[in-house]
């Protein structure tokens, strides 16, 4: 099984920074951890979940959405089994609840089907 659980949330203002950890856990990680696709997404008040972008641990390169490209980096920690999105220049349409997943086969993208997903953290930022 695979567990996931976000951290690193809280409020903060406009053009702040914050950086949320995601650790995983679990026989199916411990074992595979090296085909596994990481990704993140955020899901608003009243709007549709957004992904934001996605890397598969065995590559140090990240994919992103449009909408976070330049501001968010995705990266990895082998040894922590860590995912992490360090957030930079936030702006009030940043908030939400942001959600890590994963996935152990096919496609690494936003747009893939993940099969694990954490509880969210989240995160609010006040202009």
């Known amino acids: 099984q695979v567990q996931l659980v976000e951290s690193g949330g809280g409020s903060v203002q406009a053009g702040e920074s914050l950086t949320l950890s995601c650790a995983a856990s679990?026989?199916?990680?411990?074992?595979?951890?090296?085909?596994?696709?990481m990704g993140w997404f955020r899901q608003a008040p009243g709007k549709e979940r957004e992904g934001l972008g996605t890397i598969a641990t065995n590559n140090i390169y990240a994919t992103y959405a449009d909408s976070v490209r330049g501001r968010f980096t995705i990266s990895t920690d082998t040894a922590k089994k860590t995912l992490y999105l360090q957030m930079n220049s936030l702006k009030p349409e940043d908030t939400a609840m942001y959600y890590c997943?994963?996935?152990?086969?096919?496609?690494?993208?936003?747009?893939?089907?993940?099969?694990?997903w954490g509880q969210g953290t989240q995160v609010t930022v006040s202009s």
């Open positions: 679990g026989y199916t990680v411990n074992t595979y951890w090296w085909r596994f696709c």
């Open positions: 997943a994963a996935k152990d086969d096919g496609a690494c993208n936003i747009h893939a089907t993940f099969t694990w």
